[in-house]
């Protein structure tokens, strides 16, 4: 498996409060992604970074901001936690120095927000 | 945006059988690519396509990208309790560093 942690591994908070998601990777690879896994919707890219301070958003990103100060982490904030981002929250890499950009994913994050 | 759906959401076979999972783009895909989830775990990359019409093998897996770029489909040969899981298409569209994955095909597979 590629050089990716996250952590917590699990977090339990409340409605309103600020939660930091913390992806930290080993392999020195350009692209980081934030995606959230819900039932029936698969994996929907919440942020993305394609280099240190150079951040985009994906297509789930309201409620969500990231910030890559250093190129082995990606960090992902809930500003004011709602249950509707009670989720598993997956990071990945890919390396734009192969073709193909084939993410690997992290262990995953299972928040719940009550 | 663009969209990928899959076809069946779930799926539950007797071992040795076969199973079939599809994938559509709402939008023509650069390429696409497989992801495998086992329960409890995260996602792990099985193969890219590229070319129109491209198929490729991997044991009993069968992979195919349609002649217009975008469908593809995941075959499994005698399927094994190893294959249970969750099967992902992603398709890069119009940023090649951005996946959208479709929605999933779970695999139940009992002796």
């Known amino acids: 498996d590629a050089g990716i942690t996250q952590s917590p591994r699990h977090k339990v908070t409340e409605t309103g409060t600020p939660v930091t998601l913390r992806c930290h990777q080993t392999?020195?690879?350009?692209?980081m992604y934030w995606y959230r896994q819900d039932p029936g919707h698969g994996l929907r890219l919440i942020h993305y970074?394609?280099?240190?301070?150079?951040?985009d958003k994906g297509e789930v990103s309201d409620g969500y901001s990231v910030s890559r100060s250093k190129t082995e982490d990606f960090l992902l904030t809930l500003e004011s936690a709602t249950s509707s981002q009670t989720s598993v929250y997956f990071c990945?890499?890919?390396?734009?120095?192969?073709?193909?950009?084939?993410?690997?994913f992290g262990p995953g994050t299972r928040l719940t927000v009550t | 945006g663009q969209q990928v759906m899959q076809i069946p959401q779930y799926q539950h076979v007797q071992e040795g059988e076969d199973f079939t999972t599809y994938c559509n783009s709402s939008?023509?895909?650069?390429?696409i690519q497989w992801y495998k989830q086992r329960p409890g775990g995260h996602p792990v990359f099985l193969i890219q396509?590229?070319?129109?019409?491209e198929v490729k093998k991997q044991k009993r897996l069968t992979f195919q990208f349609g002649e217009a770029k975008k469908n593809s489909s995941l075959h499994i040969t005698a399927t094994q309790t190893t294959d249970v899981g969750t099967y992902f298409c992603?398709?890069?569209?119009?940023?090649?560093?951005?996946?959208?994955f479709g929605t999933g095909t779970r695999l139940q597979v009992t002796l």
């Open positions: 396509l590229v070319k129109s019409g």
């Open positions: 992603a398709g890069h569209g119009g940023t090649a560093s951005k996946l959208t």
């Open positions: 939008t023509t895909l650069s390429n």
């Open positions: 970074s394609y280099g240190v301070k150079d951040t």
């Open positions: 392999e020195n690879h350009r692209y």
């Open positions: 990945a890499i890919s390396n734009s120095g192969t073709l193909s950009y084939e993410q690997y």
